[in-house]
Every structure is written in C-alpha cells, then in structure tokens.
C-alpha cells in the first residue's frame, strides 16, 4: 500500500503564532496573517501544520474562549482561499507540554486532565470537522517519557472513539514518545480505522540540526558542525552528546558527509510498520536551525527529501517563521528558492 497522506505531501508549520508563544491578542493579531497564506501556497505546498495550544482555546478554569476559536476558523478560512489544507495539532493540552518549561503537569496521571482533554478534541470535531475535505486533526504533540507510551496508546484510542461520534471519517494523526521519535513509531497501537496517519518528527541528527540550541540540555551554545565534513565524524559527536549508539549510520561509507542513504536507513523501519499496519506516514516536523550554514541547511535538505520521496512519506517543515528555524526569516533569504523546491 501507499505510505501517502494524500493532500498532506508538502508543507510547512506555523509554529509561534498560537502555540509557544505569549498568548496575547497583539501576537495572534501580528505573528501571522493572512498574506502569509498567500505566501505559502505561493511555493507550491499544499498544506500547512498549525499548532495551537490550549490556552488559546480555554481558560485555566476550562472555559471556552470564543475568540480563540476564531482564530482557527480564520486560518481554515484563508487555507481554503488559497487552495491550501491544513493539519490541526494540539501542541499542548492542560496538564502535558513537550516543553517541561511550560510546567505542565498531571496529564498522564489525572483522568479529569485526560476528559478535559477528550472534550476539547470533541469541541474542535463539532466546530470543524465539517471540513474533513481539507482538515486533518493531530491529537497532542511530542509525548516525552517511553513510561507513558501504554497509558498514551489508551488516551489516543479514546479521544478518537469521541471524535468519531462527532466527525467519522477526518483523518487522525498520532505520534509516539520520544517526542515523535520514529525510533517508537512501532510502539503506537494498531490504527483504530482507515482514517488514522502515523506521525513522527525527524530532527537527525541533532548535532547538526540543534548545533547551538541554547535550549538543548549540554549543548555547547557555539558549537558548529558543517554536514560537509565526514559522517564519521557527525556519529562520533552525536553519540559523545547523546551517551548511546545512535541509528541510522550502519552500513554507510562514514568517510563521506551524511547523504540520503542516512535517512532512507532512519525510515525503513518505520515505513514497514506503516506498511504491515495498512497506515499512512507523515512527519510533522523536522527542519534546520538557523545557526547553521545555509548552504548546508540546502544539503541536509536534498539528503532528508529525497529519502521522504523514496518511501512516499508526506511532510511539514518547521517552521514558517522565526522559532530558531525560520525559513522566511534573512538568514535563510539566498537558499530559500533551493529549499523551498525541497519541501
């Protein structure tokens, strides 16, 4: 069978708008807008991933806030306009962020944090899943610990149970722990129905793509790799960073940069799960910080996209703006015609 998520082939996220950011009107008002559409259908992609946080949506009491709800429906609105669809991710629900930052906590523990959950997921059903043509619902992004992978695959089942009341037949995105870590792909369970998209992150290796990351715990913040030299080299300081062996480089010539041979063995396994499951693959991010030199960003793109192309997996890159990955932001502006026919 087709790995495609049909329609879902080629995006870009737009993270920071309404998720991870300082939920003001000024910001939603401001970050994003609806010539960034525009834009964006300009490149030839035909989607975009939009994270939301709760906040948007509810108050810290659980209340429904109208006016976050508006904000969406603009976004599916101009999505329509400009022939564009649209991937609905919860980035954070009340109680859980990737981001331990957020101080987020309880969610997986707490069966009132999981129903309040459930509720949510059924208010955006009855408020949009009318659009099924051109929405797709993802559940929550990036569970952390492998310790909630079985109470996760639970939750999951649930909510979509509860969706499928309302909207049966909008496609689902679910991701694994390790933050969306293809390496636990194969731990999610079995797909509910034929609607349900298996959804990873691929941010290899992440001493290229992180390098300098002052958020990343131990990251020397002027740490430089260029993916131009020997991926020897790139697995030895990866392994040092990470303290394990790391996947991905067995069988390669390590005495060249790291190509797509590096990815297509990152996603083998993943897309014979996929395939032996009857389900359809999708990597929701993955992307380059802007520290890196462009010219490499460029490399480490080919080598990424052209292994998505091999297995037919549909992706998003992250992001559209700032965040530290920002492919319109200067940084990116002299390769960002190379890059963006790479999406």
């Not at 564009?84 to 069966?111: I, Q, R």
């Not at 009341?165 to 194969?186: E, F, H, R, T």
């Not at 260029?226 to 080299?233: D, L, T, Y």
């Amino acid at each position: 069978m087709s790995l495609t998520f049909e329609g879902f082939q080629h995006g870009v996220n737009l993270g920071g708008w309404l998720s991870q950011c300082n939920h003001t009107r000024e910001r939603y008002d401001t970050f994003i807008g609806k010539e960034d559409f525009r834009v964006i259908a300009s490149w030839g992609l035909d989607h975009v991933r939009l994270p939301v946080d709760y906040n948007l949506v509810e108050d810290e009491k659980g209340t429904y806030k109208e006016d976050g709800f508006a904000y969406i429906a603009n976004a599916i609105a101009w999505c329509r306009e400009y022939g564009l669809n649209m991937v609905l991710d919860l980035h954070k629900t009340y109680g859980f962020s990737f981001d331990a930052g957020e101080k987020e906590t309880g969610f997986f523990e707490n069966e009132a944090h999981q129903e309040r959950f459930y509720r949510l997921w059924e208010q955006f059903a009855r408020r949009f899943g009318e659009n099924r043509d051109m929405l797709a619902f993802e559940l929550l992004n990036e569970v952390t610990d492998p310790a909630y992978s079985p109470v996760w695959n639970r939750i999951a089942d649930r909510c979509i149970r509860r969706i499928r009341a309302i909207a049966p037949d909008i496609d689902i995105l679910v991701g694994s722990y390790w933050n969306n870590s293809i390496d636990a792909l194969p731990d999610l369970a079995a797909p509910a129905d034929e609607h349900i998209v298996y959804n990873f992150h691929c941010y290899d290796p992440i001493m290229f793509t992180h390098q300098g990351a002052y958020w990343v715990r131990g990251m020397d913040h002027g740490y430089r790799f260029s993916i131009k030299r020997p991926a020897a080299e790139l697995k030895e300081e990866t392994e040092r960073f990470l303290g394990k062996p790391v996947h991905g480089f067995d069988g390669l010539d390590l005495t060249k940069p790291l190509g797509r041979d590096y990815f297509e063995n990152r996603f083998a396994r993943a897309a014979q799960v996929a395939r032996e499951r009857g389900v359809r693959l999708y990597c929701g991010e993955y992307g380059v910080i802007d520290r890196a030199e462009p010219e490499d960003a460029v490399q480490w793109y080919q080598a990424i996209s052209a292994a998505f192309d091999h297995f037919g997996i549909s992706r998003a890159a992250w992001t559209y703006r700032k965040m530290d990955f920002g492919l319109s932001d200067d940084h990116m502006k002299e390769v960002l015609p190379k890059i963006i026919k790479l999406l």
